[in-house]
């Protein structure tokens, strides 16, 4: 087969799939399809309502002016994820940044402008300097607008063969939403040659060939409760293909947002970008204040994150800032902090009325419409209560990646994240990758860009050393996956409604995310976290007798979540496990025992046993085996990594960010 040929030797159009319509799905739909590759992108809803709209962070981008640099842009990087990123794709990064600022500044993102007609920027968590180009507070939902433009804009594009003639009746890109990812389909050397996919609105199941997927679908912060107003983001699709022998890396890391507004059912994420233009976090000195919080006068105010780290103030990593704020609400008491699913004895309030109201409104104008709408307060005159909430998982997917002798990642090696199902890559929040054990505000969508870039590249070389096209497989092997997803599907549908132990799965996963949260939130200990196993036990064995209520043939949403529940539950038992065995304090995952300042002679970070990636392996008994290292097949070799962490570029050091790390701190020097 010509490498370069558009069809198979069977004359059917090779086409490349993408599952997921985020700004990672986006932009690896966009490289794929600028190349030249047809293009099949699967959506579970419209591009414009994915979850990475809601991300309100700009971008980092360091510009070699004002003394900044990318050298300064990856030592804040790894410092705010503990070290725990593997350095070369970081540096890789942050290198490539300020291209992918300037990428998104053509494509018409309206991104806020000095008076001299340049880029705005701010300070994002964990940065030292102001590098993030932002627009206003809603910076996600405009990436997401402009890469959806373009993308629809190949819609209507022809495809051409290797000569350059135009292939009648096809178009360069095909969308299908709502379509619902149940997995892969492996041939008989286990590579990933398409997937199965299910009409959420027919409900009818049918498998896909691909030469090439790539698994966009973010992360997995729906499983914890209340939710941050994402349903879409349950993990079931990395869970499905951890299930089919996928490894899973670091999947106990998750980012608590220091800054929601929580409600019975559902968080509300106010990001860094409130803190960015000024905002203040407090508590009242006196945890029995009774007065409003606008009329508690500055002397009675505790503005604690300024006193604790003088340098950087209200844009410490999120993590310091989550802790900060429960020890706060428990009003000093605890050096530990609090539970997450309290609000504490204590409020406390991020202050945004000292700014003026015509900035506020320009910059923060989401942050003002959330604060209105759900916590009944207008920040422009009133202080915001605040509490953290769970706002992301760091984990996910692990990915592999190619680095030179210099240390710099080689861009078109078909490595570059690479899942460990051949044929199968990950981009977005679904992979672990760049963010470590704490995740820089300004990197998230710098991340989902940089990596469905790099991803598409790598899924191009893939697909030219194919020695046969997956459109050339036989029949049977998609008709089995087919059969097995529908024979699941139907088993399903026919549980009845009748019995007496019939349960709701839509209570069932409320159940879960109020145990995830109690037990692997901000604060775990070994005790809650195989508790929290022993709940996942049972609700394993509860979620056999679960009811569909609904058996509608078409747009059946009870069927949908019995099925995605037991993707949710493999995901939770996979977080839990890593939880119980990181020893440690790292980032957002912190177990009071591993810090010295609560137990005296803690190692606290334990860079000796933990500078390691957790990978995670499925059982067929359906537990969670953690291993040290794998082999996966790519390209007729066999790959062997191991879950040491490549820190070539800055030497690891303890992450201290208050006033004593100025005198310490200085840019990674050049190899």
Known sequence: MNDRSARSDRAKLRRAIVVGAGI????????????????????????RRSPSGTIQSGLDAAVESGGDEPRLHLDDTLVGGDFLAPQPPVRSMTEAAPRLVELLDRMGVPFERS??????????????????????????????????????????????????????????????????????????????????????????????????????????RALFAPGAGEPLSTGSAAAAVHRQGAALANPELIEVCPTAIVSDDAAYLIGDAARGEGGRLFAPKDPREARRPRDIPERDRDYFLERLYPELGNLVPPDVAARAVLRAAAAGDDPAGS??????????????????????EARLGRVLTL?????????????????PAVSRTLGGLWVDYEADDSGRIVVGSAR?????????????????????ASAL?????????????????????????????????????????????????????????????AENPFELKDELGRALLSDAGALRDDARLYALLETIHALESRLGNARVTDTATRMNQSAQMVRQLGNMLVYARALAEGARARAECRGAHYKSKHDPRVTPGAVGRDDARWLRTTLALATGDGEVRLVRELDYELGGRTIHVTDAVDTRWVAPRPRE???????????????
Do not use: W
């Open 24 to 47: 990672a799905g986006l932009m690896t739909t966009l490289e794929l399809a600028e190349a030249g590759i047809p293009v099949l992108l699967v959506s579970l809803g419209p591009a």
């Open 115 to 220: 008076p001299e007609g340049r880029l705005a920027r701010r300070r994002s968590e964990g940065s030292r300097i102001a590098r993030a180009s932002f627009a206003g507070a809603s910076t996600g939902q405009h990436v997401l607008a402009a890469l959806d433009e373009q993308v629809r804009r190949l819609e209507v594009r022809g495809v051409t063969d290797e000569h350059g003639v135009r292939i009648p009746g096809e178009r360069l890109v095909l969308v299908l939403e709502p379509f619902e990812f149940l997995g892969v389909v492996r041939d008989d050397r286990g590579a990933c040659v398409g997937v199965v996919l299910q009409d959420l609105r027919s409900m009818r199941i049918k498998a896909y060939p691909a030469d090439g997927v790539c698994l966009a679908t973010g992360g997995a």
């Open 339 to 360: 539970a997450l699913t309290s609000e504490g004895e204590c409020p406390v309030y991020l202050e945004l009325s000292h700014r003026p109201a015509h900035v506020l």
């Open 371 to 387: 604060g209105e709408k759900f916590a009944d307060t207008d920040p422009r005159a009133e202080p915001l209560r605040v509490t």
């Open 416 to 436: 570059n994240h690479a899942t460990s199902l051949p044929g199968l890559y990950a981009a977005g929040g679904v992979a672990a990758q760049y963010h470590g």
């Open 441 to 501: 505000g300004g990197n998230l969508i710098l991340a989902d860009l940089y990596g469905a870039r790099l991803a598409a590249a790598s899924l191009i070389a893939y697909r030219a050393g194919l020695a046969r096209s997956a459109f050339d497989s036989p029949s049977s092997l998609f008709e089995r996956a087919e059969a097995a997803e529908r024979s699941r599907y139907e088993e399903i549908l026919g549980r009845s409604s009748g019995r007496e132990d």
């Open 657 to 671: 960010l208050g006033e004593a790390e100025r005198t310490r701190r200085r840019a990674p020097e050049e190899s």
